[in-house]
């Protein structure tokens, strides 16, 4: 119950399409949801996170679907761009005995053609 | 402000050997969690640090322990390598306030032969 499964593990995308990554979880006591981009060479970084109360969040050509009632949330990146080549990490929050601790997808390796 | 560092940046060790890796957190971050990361495994929580306290644990074994002091820097010892040992191992640092936003460093990439 305390995983989030992600899918694809592995994802092409033209240059200029839309690549759609997702995520399902279990556990309804997930109170923040963030992304996670992380380039060869480089720690994650966090992208973008939102809230199980809101529907979508934007920013920038990236933004996060979020179906509370399947319990499942998904990242867009429109106009996908080579630059945007790197393995993308969704989490969940969740407070486990007082302590907030996150449980993390297992990754998607997202390729951009040129 | 500074990043996370880590320290080293590279190892190579033989099976049976022990290993310490250091991690320095954005400052003011109290909270330093540790990862296990592998191709095709994605990032294994190992354990997370909060003011000198181990405060979550993951499912590694004995072998992986570490610990934090008082300037919130952190270590993390790997006792009797195995060949399966052989990763990047990431730490993040984190504020009181956002905990889901976890500030990772560059990792140590450690090679056990």
Redo the contacts between chains.
Sequence with gaps: QQQVKQSPQSLIVQKGGISIINCAYENTAFD?F?WYQQFP??????LI?IRPDVSEKKEGRFTISFNKSAKQFSLHIMDSQPGDSATY?C?A?VL??S????I????TKLIIKP | KAG?TQTPRYLIKTRGQQVTLSCSPISGHRSVSWYQQTPG???Q?LF?Y?SETQ??KGNFPGRFSGRQFSNSRSEMNVSTLELGDSALY?C?SSSDRI?????????TRLTVT
């Design positions: 923040y963030p060479g480089k720690g994650p970084a966090l996170a990490f989490a929050r486990m005995d302590n907030y601790q996150l993390w997808g297992a990754g | 996370v495994q994605g990032l929580f997370e909060f405060r979550n990431l993040a905990t889901y936003e976890q500030y990772f460093g560059p990792g």
